[in-house]
């Protein structure tokens, strides 16, 4: 105990006499937090809309209004050719354009049927599905409408319609920030947990310090105690500065309770820390570790269901993300924050990563040899 | 135990099987209790290698070694207990000062500074002043310093010294040598490697090794007392035209600089014939670099 005790307290010294250390512990979350739920909006606003419009009759012309009323179309230009239309998507001005044909509004009157047509813009994917889906709605929006203006002069009996009215749940705004946050929060964690771990371990070897220690008698688990303790403390304190930030500029606070949060947060950080020390046992020099960790956490964060949710992954894609701890910590993230979910509901994700706790610990430890 | 390190037949490669690299052949070494050993050899001899084995951090192929009656496979707990190593490269914190690398390397080995400060007395105090500076930001010759006191500090059975005297000024060097002496009266047995042949004369006896190989084990005095042949030293105005004649010359059978001379030496009998009226020649007593650097020629 006295040993570990005095690993610790040198740990401790060396990260607080290291100002950049400390700089990226306490900047990086507060940045980060502020920044990117800010920046990473996942509302479409802002599409440039092209319309080429034909037909120029009150119909075509309210059915424009319309679109550009709802807020999320820019009109970028009115083309009098689908042509011209098209080279505004070339030249990037468009992301969608809408050609309203020639006597839209009579045949829609005679005929009861009338066509639009739209092109989207796909180099930006989500923009233009998003846009395309978007302007679909309105259009069947204004063709509800129209039809019940319509209907009492064709002296039809009034067709059955299903009206839909929405409700979201657990995020009544569908404030994306309020998903966003608790999971930037996670990636934040997670970063913390296995790069400075594994960056600090490495950094022993470098330096030659842990060819030093391998000769005395301390322990394996002593000194592998020693590194994954202080980061585990930092990497709650980064969480909990990361809930202030979230309070302090966001006003969120957890549905749930603060101590299941944290019960978690604590098995997940073993299991991270486990990941970073597995990642210094396989890598001479910081620049191998950092290389490595950073190719993990890419994986990580971009198949961690905060960008693109899992659930519209290929099947394959989906059972690799089974292997990733990030998922299920945004997972619970969500959950109890966002839901106010108790430990109980929480239980299949906590043994889970008890379980990656233990296996990346025991192949660290494992690997983790004292002689080569 | 009259014997503190007993070394039987050694060996260590690194590197594939097609291409090994031969760190260490066959090497066998007694190093009795309270000797300072010196272990002496060019760059890439081998020496760190078997260093890191007898200090159980590398495993050798083939033999067995024992540290104070331990072997250093089997119980190698209880070697890291008794030894002292210093290795070649500064490796003790640099973020921590002085003071707390002391103490840090004497609580991992659950040794207290009070209780072995005699041992590290006469080298601490010239870094006393110094104690609450970080170890990173030391003088080379202070950085040594501390290293050899946070070897010490557990009071070792041996102490194992890789390279203490390379990149260190002369002076110092020789302040170092006269702490070891100071420490061998102490009872410790110390190993020390070394790339420079005059410090072999400060040891009680000295290993030769090149390529994984040890050449001769003796004392400086045996050692050179085995030097029979007849040695001159020459100068000349234009030395490197002189070592080609040097060479050039019959019964020389090697020639080579040395300092500010060319040492020559000579088949027994034949004496140097006359090479100029510029040259001065005088006949010197061979030391230990003239011997090693004959045994060298010879296992080229």
């Known amino acids: ?372 | 135990m009259n014997n503190s390190v007993i070394v039987q037949g050694v060996s260590k490669q690194y590197g594939s099987k097609k291409q090994p690299v031969v760190a260490l052949s066959d090497i066998s070494l007694d190093i009795a209790t309270g000797e300072l050993f010196g272990l002496i050899g060019p760059d890439g001899a081998g020496k760190t290698s078997l260093f890191r084995i007898l200090t159980t951090l590398l495993l050798a192929d083939k033999g067995s070694a024992t540290v104070a009656g331990y072997d250093v496979v089997k119980e190698y707990k209880a070697v890291r207990k008794i030894v002292g190593y210093m290795p070649g490269k500064f490796s003790l914190y640099q973020d921590l000062t002085v003071e707390e690398n002391l103490h840090f390397f004497a609580t991992i080995f659950h040794a207290s500074v009070a209780d072995n400060y005699h041992l590290i007395k006469d080298i601490y105090e010239q870094i006393a002043p110094f104690k609450d500076r970080r170890a990173g930001k030391l003088s080379g010759g202070m950085k040594q310093k501390l290293a050899l006191c946070c070897a010490l500090i557990h009071e070792p059975k041996v102490l194992f010294l890789d390279e203490p005297t390379t990149g260190v000024d002369a002076v110092s060097r020789n302040e170092f040598w006269d702490m070891l002496q100071l420490l061998k009266k102490k009872g410790i047995t110390i190993i020390v490697s070394t790339p420079y042949m005059d410090e072999a004369s400060r040891c009680d006896r000295v290993a030769l090794i090149q390529n994984g190989r040890i050449l001769q084990v003796n004392t400086p005095e045996a050692i050179i007392s085995g030097f029979t042949q007849p040695l001159y030293a020459v100068k000349a105005p234009g030395m490197l035209s002189l070592l080609k004649q040097l060479h050039n010359t019959p019964g020389v059978l090697a020639a080579y600089p040395f300092g500010e001379y060319h040492h020559a030496v000579m088949q027994p009998g034949v004496s140097l014939p006359f090479l100029g009226k510029d040259a001065e020649v005088k006949a010197v007593t061979p030391n230990i670099e003239d011997c090693f650097i004959q045994l060298m020629q010879h296992h080229a």
């Not at chain 1, 970028?76 to 070339?90: F, K, P």
């Not at chain 1, 994954?228 to 930092?234: H, M, Q, V, Y």
């Not at chain 1, 233990?358 to 494992?366: E, T």
Request: charged share 15%; no cysteine.
């Open chain 1, 1 to 372: 105990m006295r040993t570990l005790r005095f690993l610790l307290q040198k740990e401790f010294r060396q990260i607080f006499r290291d100002p950049s250390i400390l700089r990226i512990i306490f900047m990086m979350p507060i940045i980060q937090l502020i920044i990117l739920p800010m920046a990473a909006d996942y509302e479409m606003k802002n599409i440039n809309l092209v319309v080429t419009d034909h037909d120029h009759s009150v119909y075509s012309r309210q059915l424009i209004n319309k679109i550009t009323a709802s807020g999320y179309f820019k009109l970028a230009a009115v083309n009098n050719s689908y042509q011209q239309s098209l080279r505004d998507i070339e030249a990037d001005k468009a992301d969608l354009v809408l050609e309203i044909p020639v006597a839209f509004e009579k045949k829609l009157i005679r005929e009861n049927t009338a066509g639009t047509f739209i092109a989207v813009n796909a180099i930006n994917g989500t923009k233009g599905n998003l846009g395309a889906a978007y302007i679909r709605t309105i259009i069947q929006d204004y063709n509800q409408e129209i039809r019940s203006k319509l209907l009492p002069f064709s002296g039809m009996p009034p067709q059955p319609q299903i009206a839909i009215t929405y409700a979201n749940w657990f995020n009544p705004q569908m404030n994306y920030k309020f998903f966003m946050v608790p999971g930037i929060l996670v990636l934040l964690l997670t970063m913390v947990g296995a790069n400075l771990t594994a960056i600090n371990i490495v950094r022993e070897k470098e330096i030659g310090t842990i060819e030093q220690i391998n000769v005395t008698p301390i322990r394996k688990h002593h000194f592998i105690l020693g590194k994954l303790i202080p980061f585990w403390i930092l990497g709650l304190i980064v969480m909990t500065l990361g809930f202030v930030v979230a309070r302090v500029v966001y006003g969120i606070s957890p549905a749930g309770s603060f101590l299941s949060i944290y019960a978690f947060a604590a098995v997940y950080l073993l299991a991270v820390l486990g990941l970073g020390l597995l990642v210094s046992t396989y890598s001479n020099t910081q620049q191998q570790a950092m290389l490595v960790s950073f190719f993990i956490m890419m994986i990580f964060v971009l198949m961690g269901g905060l960008y693109t949710s899992i659930s519209s992954m290929p099947e394959w894609a989906q059972w690799i993300t089974k292997l990733n701890p990030v998922s299920y910590f945004i997972d619970v993230m969500r959950m109890v924050v966002l839901k106010g979910s108790s430990m109980k509901d929480i239980l299949p994700q906590f043994f889970t990563i008890t379980g990656f706790a233990f296996v990346l610990n025991g192949w660290a430890v494992w690997n983790y040899r004292k002689r080569a």
